[in-house]
């Protein structure tokens, strides 16, 4: 589903060029579960943004359920995105300004679904919040923000999800609830889920771990093949 | 509807009823309703004054004719058009009653004049009269009071012009049409038009004005003429309007029209800022969702169709609040003024509110197009990267496309290159200097900003971060207290010069044909009755012949020859036409200043005497100074070369004359005197008695004239200073809604402050102080820029002496940290009500 090959990223500041990423490659699979683990400032985010094509590679290839997002420009990207990426944030995302049904249907809408509005009730009864379907994000505690954030993004059926710490300003409970909802919902859709966290215990969660460390990613599991640490 | 439409509607929807486009919402309102009340006021009351202008020469527009009819196509061209027309014949004659006789001025009006004005009669001589709508029947007649006096007649005697024998049936106390003439002495008769030929006074050898008055729309009026015009003879005929008055009401009424237009200008720079200040407000706010829709797969054209349907959306809703709320402010003024100004205001005019529209639609796009299209130019990265802000940023083609928006706006409606380049370059000069200081408040802020935290380093720390932010918003303050400083100040010298013109106790009488002999006595019985006269002018008639040996034309006119010695007479160009009043003095008369030469007390070399020329007629007949004029006075002729030019102010309701010789070159000449007191309303039947034993002088009567001119400038003012309140309140708005967005700016920062502990009174004080300072530098540079386009506008566009404002260079910056600080104080307090996690929740 995601194929990267010595991906790197540059970036320029005032003393010159600095290489945040080291030249990358790994495959995932389709409806795999994958977790980028990290400290702050590893880079993980930098990849995440790269893969999920918000972001433009400086050297390398990448390939999102077979298309060359490294060759796309930034229309050609949005259109892939719309298509088959979701997306989860550590701060949510919500349009302030829309309801928590306005803000599922959003993807639905943009991608020219049919009955967004349909759609985003079914899925906002599955995370729990078909009562709060007409509320605005501030009147949402942060656990609830981010079920609608999860609802959103399973509303378009993507095909990749990428979840930046999804859990990284929820407290214990809700920690739990939301990460309980992220896989069942991934498992039931069959989606590809690249999650980004230095939760390491959220990260047990996912099928592979891989390890983040000064722009270097490292293999930490792997579902195939048992031995541990190997260099991507 | 298409996606993004759905979007936009959903979007303007929520943040509409959130209140989350209040700022840049109001801001369209505002320049709306500012500049539709602005230009629906001032158009009307413009429309109500030339209205009321017009009745100084009874109709719109009049056409004079000397000594042959226009052509009667002419008038029935002007009535198909759909104009309404009266006619006036004038004439000189003698009057008998008996064994007195007196030359008379003769007026024989149609049906229908006057077509603008009224004309005031009364059963007594001297008597303040009442409005008539008709005119005397065919064999009567309506004299002035003096006439009474002259022919020894009462009403209902009878008194012979020409071979017409009329009956006296009421004292003409006053026709619209009479103009301010002091030479013009002999009193008027007035007939009906068809007795005119009976009377047998316009035969060969007389001369006769035939006078066509004309009203209607300004668009049939302006079509008669350019159809009459290629027909005209400029020997013969001369065509007059209101707007082309150059007397003091007619001065006035123009100036008070400059000035609305300037107060409208300034209304819409100020929508443009507010407009500025409110759009980029708007585009921060929006930096997530677009990242959000760009994230989710939303194309660029999708995003940029949301926000030009949101922005069109809010345009439109801004647009209809702003008609209806500019014209309920404009009709509220209407109504609050209705006691005040005796003109009709009810006329409905469709370009104001064009305008308007225009003004609003053109500030939302042109101001809100550079931060939408940096809103645009947000990367979807933002979504992981909250740092990531719009990656296009050209301050100087932002600066370059609000200064062209505003240039091109205040052209188009002006229409006037001068006052717009003025307010145009005071400003650009304003935001340069403010630039400049703004750098070195900063460098200031850093030192003053250092060592231990209190309230005044906080603020100067937050003045030195937020440097390109801050001179923006002191250049916004800045040019909002500018325009308001100019408007303020240009309605106090204005109304202040209009105040000066016609000061208490001007002189509403004129009394000419004062011999020698009768000075001390009639002084004297002035003096029992407690009048005053206000000195004594000689006058001698005499006829301006050469120059420098070389003759000039010579055309001699008496009707209204007077009237024209006054208003400036500036029609003729040959020579000055008729004989010219001369008088001499050693003192040089108040309201004249020497433009040229030396006034008559320098002696000129080789014994010549000389005269001092007024520089208009100076001009006109292309006299220079050095140059040797050649008077004939009776018998005699004088020689006299020209010593000196000088300005007259024509708005003062003094004697004015054209030549001033030097008193020696007149002293074998008799003269006669000219004096002028003033007399209040409850002692007018004085004057009967007072002049009885001074048959021979004559009185002259400008009491109505100058009470239509005061009138007329008391309405104006009070105009002018409802405009200055109208103004004054979208300025203070203005500075509202500019704090307003500040403060959301400063947000962040107080969250943190609170946060971390700091006491509200700290947070308090350092805001206060930070708008205290910006509020004081932003009216220090609003007083110096105000200096500037003044000067420039008072000399270049109202014909005003500039002068210096000092008071306004300690007021400004006072008034302007005080209303800054109080303002900022007040926003601040609002956001420390929030509780903490309140204010931090909002960030997120």
Redesign the interface.
Known sequence: MIKTQQVIKKVTTSEGELQILQPISFDVKAGETIAIVGASGSGK?TL??LL?G??QVSGGEIYLDGEALHKMN??QR??????K?G?I?Q?F???????AL?NVM??A????LDNPKQKALTILEQVGLAHRAHH?P?QLSGGEQQRVAIA?AFISRPKILFA?EPTGNLDAANSERVEKLLFELNREANTTLVLVTHDDELAGKCQRQLRMQAGELTEVTAVDDSSARKAV | MS?AS??AW??FR??AR?G?LTIILFAIVLSVAAVLSLSLFSERLQEALTAKSAEFIAADRVLDSRNEKANPAWLEKAQSLGLQTASQNYTSSMAFAGENMQLVDVRAASEGFPLKGKIKIADEPFSPGEETATLPAANEAWVNSRLFQDLGITLGDSIEVGDARFTVTKALISVPDEGFSLFSTNPKVLIRKSAFADAGISGPGSRVTYSYFFTGDEAQLEEFYDWLRPQLNREVHRWQSVNDDDSAVGRSVNRAGQYFLLASLLAIVLACVSIGVAAQRYSQRHY??V??????????A?VQKIYLLQISFISVAGILLGLVLGFGFQQAVVWALQNRIEVSLDIWHVRPVLIAIFTGAVCAVLFSLYPLLKLFSV???R????DLGANMSARVIQYLAAASAIWLLMWAYSGNVKISAILFASGVLLVAVLMVVTMLLIRLGRKLGQGRMGAWQLAWARISRRAMDNSVQLISFAVTIMLLLVVLVMRNDMIKQWQDQLPQGTPNYFITNITDSQKQALENAFSAEQVTLDGFYPVVRGRFVAVNGEQVRSEVRKEKTGEEEQDGGRQQRSGLGREANLTWSDSLQTDNRIVEGQWLDTPLADGKFGVSVESGVAERLDIKLGDVLTFNIGSEVVDAEVSSLREVNWQTMQPNFFFVLEPVAMQQFMPTYISSFYLAAEDKPKLASLLRPFANVTLFDVDAQINQLRDIVDQVSAAVEFILVLVLAAGSLVLIAQVQASMDERQQELAILRTLGAKGSLIRASVLFEFLIIGAVAGLMAALANEVALGLLQRQVFDMQAQLHGEYWLLAPIVGAMIVGLLGAAGCWRLLRLNTAALL??L?
């Not at chain 1, 949005?78 to 298509?83: S, T, V, Y």
């Not at chain 2, 979504?383 to 909250?386: D, E, I, K």
Request: charged share 25%; net charge neutral; aromatic share 6%.
């Open positions: 985010s995440l943004g999920a918000l972001d930034e229309e949005a259109q892939l995105r719309g298509a990426v997306f944030f701060s995302m919500l349009v302030q300004s829309l309801t306005e959003l993807p809408e943009i991608a020219g605005y501030n959103r930046d | 996606v759905r979007l959903r979007l929520h943040e959130r989350e997530d969702p990242a959000i829709f760009k994230t989710l797969g939303a194309s660029q999708m990367p979807p990265l979504v992981l990267r909250r929740r909002q997120i």
